[in-house]
């Protein structure tokens, strides 16, 4: 196989790398036709025994470019299209093209995010771009850092690593056992990843204390200062709040400002969980539902969800610069950080993280920001929230479904039953519940094995399955919303 860098395969490659873009843009063409399916469902047993050719098992030998083809195509093939105008099943959805050549620049430039003497463009681009996000939280020049990282659970445990630094330095030499036991809280519609923060770092899963939200999913302030003083009582040491801008399931955005107040009288990091709804600041009509965003101490948002930047593009931003800015995670690797190079360090920024090799995730998105400006990603936010409003408007008037609350959705969240015929005429109980607890799982496995459109669904607290469709796909039109409800009365009207 005889490619670049092998002395005269200028040719081949470029017949190779032009046959693999004709394969790409093939791909997307069909992507956003309707006709098209979203997936081509197989069981986990059926892609490992291999389909029509198709293997995952790898050879000895070396195979020839036209069956590396073929594999490309197969793999887009049995893969799920979440660019599809008909895919509601998860938060980060569609496809933009600028941002797609963003990721192939990205990949052929195969560098590395920890000095600047091997990334001098993208370290740069990622201070502007970050600088940018910040200004946009309300901070003030003189304030703030942040990083790109691998996705918002990582975000959100760096906030929890930066937080108990800031109280407790001495924790990076001495560990756990030189400090208090420690409490933090969030809401108990928050995202796993917070739990799951504090099981890294040792704090405890039990330490994390959930605070009761209202039957809109969002945190009661009340509860909160309660359980502060609870942590008190029973010896622990409150030191961390995550609010949430944007709950995973519901949309809802926690009272920055009431807890913000609270986080200020107890002395309380604040950390605001955005990665779902931190793309709502780039609207004029909708960026003040995360009012009292600019009184935290950290902010996780992710542009791979909202503003439809490709897989993965999230970050982290501190407001108190000396947090992050190298203190908690420095080390000093003497083979990547001289102090004695020829230009600036404070530009080599890989010992602001815990990882070493870290991929650039900038480029993306400064490239799409250059193409849409702000008021290109503030039309696509707005659109997704009307597309959400028009569901909702949809369902509320409708018998063969019922909302999981009455209220106009805040985010681009929208949570509904469907109700069959056998279930309709059943008074709200257990009974009843039992039953509609089956629809959604048996809806959804139809769904995938027919193709034709993708949702989710979970259980919450004491509510059982519902559908939870969200938009964040700026392909989805009405005619889309239709087609999905259409779909699902289709495959359980006889449940």
């Not at 997307?28 to 986990?44: A, N």
């Not at 928050?190 to 999913?217: F, M, P, W």
């Not at 908690?328 to 070493?356: M, R, V, W």
């Not at 936010?381 to 959400?388: F, P, S, V, Y």
């Amino acid at each position: 196989m005889d490619l670049l860098p092998t002395e005269g395969s200028e040719e081949a490659s470029r017949h190779f790398l032009q046959e693999i873009v004709n394969i790409l843009l093939a791909y997307m063409c069909k992507l956003f036709k309707r006709s098209t399916k979203v997936l081509d469902f197989h069981h986990p047993h059926q892609l490992k025994e291999g389909l029509e050719g198709f293997t995952l098992e790898l050879s000895d030998q070396p195979e020839n470019l036209e069956q590396l083809l073929v594999d490309c195509r197969d793999t887009l093939k049995y893969g799920v299209k979440t660019g599809h105008p008909r895919f509601f099943n998860q938060l980060s959805s569609g496809l933009d093209i600028i941002g797609l050549a963003g990721e192939w620049l990205t990949s052929t430039a195969n560098t590395n995010m920890f000095t600047y003497e091997i990334s001098p463009v993208f370290i740069l681009m990622e201070e502007v771009v970050l600088r940018k996000m910040m200004d946009m939280l309300g901070w003030s020049n003189e304030e703030g850092d942040g990083i790109f990282c691998p996705g918002g659970t990582v975000s959100n445990l760096y906030s929890v690593l930066l937080a108990r630094y800031h109280f407790f330095p001495e924790v990076k030499s001495r560990g756990m056992s030189a400090i208090p036991r420690l409490a933090m809280f969030t809401s108990s519609h928050s995202h796993y990843s917070i739990q799951k923060s504090a099981a890294v770092l040792g704090i405890g899963t039990e330490n994390v204390l959930l605070v009761k939200c209202d039957e809109r999913g969002k945190m009661i302030p009340g509860e909160l200062e309660s359980s502060i003083a609870s942590a008190k009582d029973r010896g622990l040491y409150p030191f961390y709040v995550s609010a949430t801008a944007g709950t995973t399931v519901y949309g809802a955005f926690d009272p920055l400002n009431d807890i913000a107040d609270i986080c200020e009288r107890h002395g309380l990091w604040m950390h605001v969980d955005a990665a779902w709804g931190g793309g709502l600041l780039m609207s004029k009509r909708h960026r003040v539902k995360l009012q009292g965003i600019d009184r935290s101490s950290s902010v996780t948002w992710n542009p791979h969800k909202m503003m439809g930047v490709p897989l993965q593009c999230a970050t982290l931003l501190v407001r108190k610069k000396v947090s992050l800015n190298f203190e908690c995670n420095q080390l000093c690797a003497e083979y990547l950080f001289q102090p004695d190079k020829h230009y600036d360090t404070s530009y080599d920024t890989g010992d602001k993280t815990i990882q070493c090799g870290r991929h650039v995730d900038v480029f993306k998105l400064w490239l799409m920001w250059k193409a849409k400006g702000m008021e290109g990603f503030e039309s696509q936010i707005n659109k997704c929230l009307e597309n959400a409003e028009y569901l909702f408007d949809k369902l509320k008037n409708r018998t063969d479904f019922l909302l999981v609350f009455e209220s106009k959705p805040e985010h681009s969240n929208v949570c509904f039953w469907y109700l069959p015929h056998s279930l309709r005429n059943l008074p709200p109980g257990c009974e009843r519940d039992k039953k509609l607890h089956a629809v959604a799982p048996k809806i959804k496995a139809k769904m995938m094995e027919e193709g034709l459109t993708m949702i989710g669904y979970q259980p919450l607290g004491n509510k059982v399955n519902f559908f939870r469709c969200v938009f964040s796909n700026s392909a989805t039109q009405r005619e889309d919303v239709d087609f999905l409800l259409d779909e699902i009365v289709r495959l359980g009207h006889d449940l």
